[in-house]
């Protein structure tokens, strides 16, 4: 039996939804994990799978699919789909373990190829993706934002940092980095991607323009 982690487009007006071999599978399917049913159902559906596919939502209160889920799908041997709400599921997105799940149970993990914006963002920004890290969000509590700030600008000397805020305090961050960071150090926003607004802009930081942000999720690296 065989699990598909299916990638998900990162906006729903990217012209870049269509990944090569993604419809056929899906079509292919009955069984889906799903983020959320009502923006998984209409994407689906456009790809042609039917409106009888079962989709089991994710619990964030219990960060995990429903026990439910799992014995419905992999106690019936039955082959199914991991679609979350953008990009690659278990990268920076819940997935991981129906991934695991999958593993132990002897199914076939295959992956399709498709967006992650951590990845896409790297390879846009102009900075070294040999060597990287993937922070995901800062605190928020003042003290300690401001000394994993720190930590991040440190290790952006050595190697590229990622990290990611919500499009609600990514305006935040950027003035923070902006004012805080060292000025040689080079930054790179990754606003709302494979959209027709966004962008990708790298500058040192001291010699950053005026960047207002929409709102949207927005990805930051650092590095040298």
């Given at each position: 039996?065989r699990?598909?982690?299916?990638?998900?487009?990162?906006?729903r007006?990217?012209?870049?939804w269509?990944?090569?071999?993604?419809?056929e599978?899906a079509k292919?399917?009955?069984?889906?994990?799903?983020?959320?049913?009502?923006?998984?159902?209409?994407?689906?559906?456009?790809?042609?799978?039917?409106?009888?596919?079962e989709l089991?939502?994710?619990?964030?209160?219990?960060?995990?699919?429903?026990?439910?889920?799992y014995?419905?799908?992999?106690?019936?041997?039955?082959?199914?789909?991991?679609?979350?709400?953008?990009?690659?599921?278990?990268?920076?997105?819940?997935?991981?373990?129906?991934?695991?799940?999958?593993?132990a149970?002897?199914?076939?993990?295959?992956?399709?190829?498709?967006?992650?914006?951590?990845t896409l963002?790297?390879?846009?920004?102009?900075?070294?993706g040999?060597?990287?890290?993937?922070?995901?969000?800062?605190p928020i509590?003042?003290?300690?934002?401001?000394?994993?700030?720190?930590?991040v600008y440190?290790?952006?000397?050595?190697?590229?940092?990622?990290?990611?805020?919500?499009?609600?305090?990514?305006?935040?961050?950027l003035?923070?980095?902006?004012?805080?960071a060292?000025?040689t150090?080079?930054?790179?926003?990754?606003h709302?991607?494979?959209e027709?607004?966004?962008?990708?802009?790298?500058?040192?930081?001291?010699?950053?323009?005026?960047?207002?942000?929409?709102?949207?999720?927005?990805?930051?690296?650092?590095?040298?």
């Open positions: 039996m699990l598909y982690v299916l990638p998900a487009p990162l906006s007006q990217s012209p870049y269509a990944y090569p071999g993604w419809a599978v292919s399917l009955q069984h889906f994990f799903v983020e959320r049913a009502a923006r998984a159902r209409p994407l689906l559906e456009r790809a042609g799978v039917s409106a009888q596919a089991y939502e994710y619990d964030p209160a219990r960060g995990d699919w429903p026990w439910e889920a014995t419905q799908v992999f106690g019936q041997r039955a082959p199914a789909g991991l679609l979350t709400e953008a990009g690659l599921p278990g990268v920076a997105d819940p997935g991981w373990s129906v991934v695991r799940r999958a593993h149970e002897g199914y076939t993990v295959i992956p399709l190829a498709g967006p992650s914006s951590i963002a790297l390879a846009a920004s102009g900075l070294s040999q060597r990287f890290t993937f922070w995901g969000y800062p509590e003042k003290k300690a934002r401001k000394a994993f700030l720190q930590q440190a290790a952006a000397r050595e190697s590229t940092q990622i990290l990611m805020e919500t499009p609600a305090r990514s305006p935040q961050l003035e923070e980095i902006l004012s805080q060292p000025r150090l080079l930054l790179c926003v990754a709302r991607l494979t027709e607004e966004g962008f990708v802009r790298t500058y040192p930081v001291g010699q950053w323009p005026p960047t207002p942000l929409t709102k949207g999720p927005t990805l930051f690296l650092l590095g040298t």
